[in-house]
């Protein structure tokens, strides 16, 4: 498996119940599992997320002391309200209900087990008045 591109990381004192989560409802695979440090990657993809145990000594002591996220995370998936059916069918509850943007997106907010917010997207066409005063031409 080669590096990732980019990386983003969760700090949680549930790493597995964590990963759980991204695989069970994003389609995201384990590359690693050390117990303390778990990586994660849809396919061939580019980059990783990783998850890392607060506390843990190789975690700065600034980081492992903040308890809320303040990052927001976006999946693209093929369809957002089957993924936020599956959310609520596994008892997660959704920050915001599935909607369509003008601008060409369906997507909710829902939080892991950590409590960093994912805003879960689905591409869709934009509102072609919108497109026609917001997109360039070509």
Known sequence: MQPAAFGATVVTDRPSDVAAFYTQYLDLQVGIDLGWFITLRRGTADWELAI??????TVPAAVSAQTESGSVFGFIVDDADKVAAL????GVRLETEPVTEVFGQRHFFVRDPAGTWLDVIQLVEPDPEWAAANLPTT
Do not use: A, F, N, T
């Open 52 to 57: 890392c145990e607060r506390g843990h000594p």
């Open 87 to 90: 959310l609520v069918e596994g």
